[in-house]
C-alpha cells in the first residue's frame, strides 16, 4: 500500500486523499436561456469514488454529463467556466477540446440500461472497434477482460453471440459497464445506474462500484443517499444548479456543515 | 363515492333499451369496419383469381415450358413465338440499374437528414422529398427519353435513342424519395438513448449512424428497399416511353428492350380481339409480374427476420 497522500484542494479547503483527476472551477452550464449550473468548484479525486446528491432537478445529472461533453448533442447548450482534466490539465469544456477524444477518455453509463441491439461480444467490443481496433485475439481479450471486470463473464461466457437486449435488467447494466470499461477509461461517470433496478441487481451493482474503485475514477449520481453512504468516499450535495457542500462521505453523512445539507439527509426536504 | 349513485338514479327509465341500441350500433360500426379490411383481402383473390383464369385460357394453346424457355416474345406477329424470357430479361435489367442508383442514393439521403441534418435543413428537405414521390411518372418519362439519353449518348457514343440504361437511372432517381424517406423514418424511430450510448463511447456521427442506428432500423430499411424494388419493377410509363417498345432478350443496358409492364400497356392500348391469345397473353405475364413481386416480399420478409435488431 501507497502512503495515504494529503491533498488540500484550494478551493473547497477539502483533504484528499488521492491526486486530482478532474476539477470544475467556475463552471456554468446554461440550456439555452436556463442557467442550469451555478459557479461550481470541486474536485473529483483520482481512483475515489464521488457521488453527486440532492433532490430532484438540482443539476446532478447535468453536471455528470458535462464531464463527457454529452450536452454537445443537442443545439442550444452552453458551457462556461472551466472542468479542468489532469495530469494534461486540460478544459475539457473547451469549444477547442474535441469532444470525441473526451469521451474516449471519460466513458458514461445511464440509468436506464441502453445496450445495443448486438451481440453480447459486441457490444462490449464496440468501444475498442470505434477506435479503430482491428486484431481479433486483442479484442476478445479486451473484452473478456471487461466483462471479468464487470463481474459478468462467469454469467455469459457461454453465449457471448446471444443479443445484449436478451439479458436481465441487471446484467444489461453491467454489459453497459463493461462496454465503458473495455476502452480503458480514465473516468467513469454513471448516472443515476441503478434507478432503474431491483434491489438484488442494485446490490450486485454497488458491489462492483466498490472493487472498480482500485482502477478508475468514479463519478456517481444517485437519487438514493444510503447508496451514496454506502459506495462513495467523497459526496458533493447539490441544490437548484448549486454545490452546497463537498466533503469526504462521512463528514457530509455524519457532520454536514450546512443546514441545507443536513435538512436534506435527514428527509426535512427533497 | 357520493356522485355515483345519484348519476345512476338520474339515468332515464328505459336505460336497458338504450344500451342494446349503442350494441347494435357497436355491431354496424365494427362490421363496417371488417368489410373495408375484408376488401382489400377481397381484390387480391379477385386480382390473382382473374389472372390465373386467363392465364390458364392461354397456357391451353402455348405449352408453359415454350412460354418459360423460349427467347422470343413476339405475339403481334404473323409467326407468334411466346418465350417470356425477353420481357423478364428487360424487367430485370432496368430494375436492376434502378435499384444500383436508388439504395445507395437513398440511403446517403436517409442517413443525411436522419443524422446530420439540422432540424431546420430537415424540415425543408422532407417536403421537397414529398413533392418528388407525387410527381407523375409520366414526367419522368419524358424527363429520360428528352433529356438523360441524349446526356448519356454524349457520354457513351452510338448509344441508340431508346435503352435500358436511361429509363434505368431515372426510374432510380424516381424512387429515390420514396426510399429515403421510409428509411429515415426507421432511422428517425431509434431512440435516442442508443445515439448517447454509442457517442459516449466515442464514436463520430458517421460511426454512430453506420454501426449503431443502421443496423437498429435494419427492418424498416429493408422493407424500404422491397418497396422501392416493387415499383421499380412494376414501373411502367418511363419504360414504355424511353426503353422502347421491342422485346429483346439481351442484359446488356445500352440495348432497347421492353419490360412486363411495358408490353401489357402496348397490347392493352392496342385493337386485340378479346379472347385471343395475344389478349391472353397479357395475363399470363401479369401472373409472372405478380410472382417476382411476391419472391421479392418473401425475401424481405426472411431478411427482416434475420437481421433484426431488435430495440
Known sequence: ?270 | MTAEPSHCASLPEGHVTHTRARNVKERLIETALFLAAFSAVATTVAIVAILLYEGWSFFQHVSLVEFLTHTQWTPLFEKAEYGVLPLIAGTFTISAIAVLVAIPLGLMVAIYLSEFASHRVRETVKPFLELLEGVPTIVYGYFALLFVTPLLQKIIPGLPGFNMLSPGIVIGIMITPYVASVSEDAMRAVPMAMREASYAMGATRFQTAMKVVLPAAISGVVAAFILGISRAVGETMVVAIAAGQQPNFTFDPREHAATITAYIVQVAMGDLPHGSIGYQSIFAVGLVLVVITLFFNVIGQYVRRRWREAY
Not at chain 1, 475539457?92 to 471519460?106: A, F, H, N, Q, T
Not at chain 1, 457471448?160 to 476502452?183: E, H, K, V, Y
Open chain 1, 1 to 270: 500500500m501507497d502512503q495515504p497522500q494529503r491533498i488540500v484542494h484550494e478551493a473547497t479547503g477539502v483533504t484528499l486523499d488521492a491526486p486530482v483527476k478532474a476539477q470544475a472551477k467556475g463552471f456554468h452550464f446554461y440550456y439555452g436561456a436556463h442557467h442550469a449550473l451555478k459557479d461550481l468548484n470541486m474536485p473529483v479525486a483520482e481512483k475515489r469514488v464521488t457521488a453527486l446528491i440532492g433532490p430532484s432537478g438540482c443539476g446532478k445529472s447535468t453536471f455528470l454529463r458535462s464531464f463527457n461533453r454529452m450536452h454537445d448533442l443537442y443545439p442550444g447548450n452552453r458551457y462556461v467556466g472551466e472542468i479542468r482534466l489532469y495530469p494534461d490539465d486540460i478544459n475539457l469544456v473547451s469549444p477547442e477540446v474535441d469532444p470525441i477524444e473526451i469521451r474516449m477518455r471519460v466513458a458514461m453509463v445511464f440509468q436506464k440500461p441502453n445496450p445495443f441491439p448486438k451481440s453480447i461480444f459486441d457490444n462490449v467490443a464496440y468501444g475498442l472497434t470505434v477506435r479503430g481496433m482491428k486484431n481479433r485475439t486483442e479484442i476478445a481479450d479486451r473484452v473478456e477482460a471487461a466483462l471479468k471486470a464487470a463481474a459478468l463473464w462467469d454469467e455469459v461466457k457461454d453465449r457471448l453471440d446471444a443479443l445484449g437486449t436478451s439479458l436481465s435488467g441487471g446484467q444489461q447494466q453491467r454489459l453497459c459497464i463493461a462496454r465503458a470499461l473495455a476502452a480503458e477509461p480514465e473516468i467513469l461517470l454513471l448516472d443515476e445506474p441503478t434507478s432503474a433496478l431491483d434491489p438484488i441487481a442494485t446490490a450486485s451493482i454497488e458491489e462492483l462500484v466498490t472493487e472498480l474503485r482500485d482502477r478508475v475514477t468514479i463519478l456517481i449520481v444517485t437519487h438514493n443517499m444510503q447508496q451514496a453512504a454506502r459506495i462513495s468516499d467523497y459526496t458533493a450535495f447539490m441544490y437548484l444548479g448549486e454545490l452546497v457542500e463537498f466533503g469526504p462521505t462521512d463528514e457530509i453523512f455524519v457532520r454536514p456543515k450546512k443546514k441545507q445539507t443536513e435538512d436534506y439527509l435527514t428527509g426535512r426536504f427533497g
